[in-house]
Structures are given as C-alpha cells and as structure tokens.
Nanobody, 127 residues
Framework: QVRLAESGGGLVQAGGSLRLSCAVS????????MGWFRQEPGKEREFVAA???????TDIADSVKGRFTISSDGKNAASLYMTSLKPEDAAVYFC?????????????????????WGQGTQVTVSS
C-alpha cells in the first residue's frame, strides 16, 4: 500500500486562501486518482474534490464549487486550492488515492473506493 504525503493547512481568516498538497510518496509506475475529503468532529467524511491521474478529469463538490479547485502537480500528485474560505470549511482535510488500471481517467466521490489515505491536515477558518 502506498503512502501519501500531505502538506499545507493551518489557520486562515474568513475570505482567505490556502493550498493543500498531496503526493504518493514513492516512485512507481502505478497510477492513482487523487481525492480530497474533509471531516468535522462527530460527522462523516465528506467528499471535496477528485482528479484523475493525468489531471484531465476533475470533480468538485457542490458545496465548494467556485471556491475550491484541484489540479495535478504531476503524476500521482495533486493540490487543492481553497479560496474565499468560510468558517464552515474548517475541518480536517484528508488526501486519498485510488489505484487505476490501464490509464483510466476514473474519479470517484466514494471514500470506500480509495485504498490509501493521508494523515490529515487541520484547516481552521476564523470569522
């Protein structure tokens, strides 16, 4: 199972921006779709964004569409750009990876389909 290296997060004022980055931490010929999820205490993990291994296909949750974007940082790496942050965006953000086969452009919103998860990074938004 691959490991994921996450970076970014922290404290920001409402209306501010943050960037979260994630990458498969080993050189591999395997390809992965990358996803971002967030979770508040006592709540279920919520889909935020996903991107195919090539970066050619993305999916963004309606709750953040127009404010968040996801982009590829190269093979098996992606960044989540968060702008116009709101207090309700505060959560622990998790990066996830789903192995693909045959260079599929598949992306998914379902947490159960992701095989590897990052350790999570806290995003706090002050009002």
């Amino acid at each position: 199972q691959v490991r994921l290296a996450e970076s970014g997060g922290g404290l920001v004022q409402a209306g501010g921006s943050l960037r979260l980055s994630c990458a498969v931490s080993e050189r591999t010929e395997r390809t992965f779709a990358m996803g971002w999820f967030r979770q508040e205490p006592g709540k279920e993990r919520e889909f935020v964004a996903a991107i195919s291994w090539s970066g050619g296909k993305t999916d963004i949750a309606d709750s953040v569409k127009g404010r968040f974007t996801i982009s590829s940082d190269g093979k098996n790496a992606a960044s989540l750009y968060m702008t116009s942050l709101k207090p309700e965006d505060a959560a622990v953000y998790f990066c996830a990876a789903k192995e693909l086969y045959g260079y599929s452009e598949y992306v998914t919103r379902r947490p159960v389909e992701y095989e590897a998860w990052g350790q999570g990074t806290q995003v706090t938004v002050s009002s």
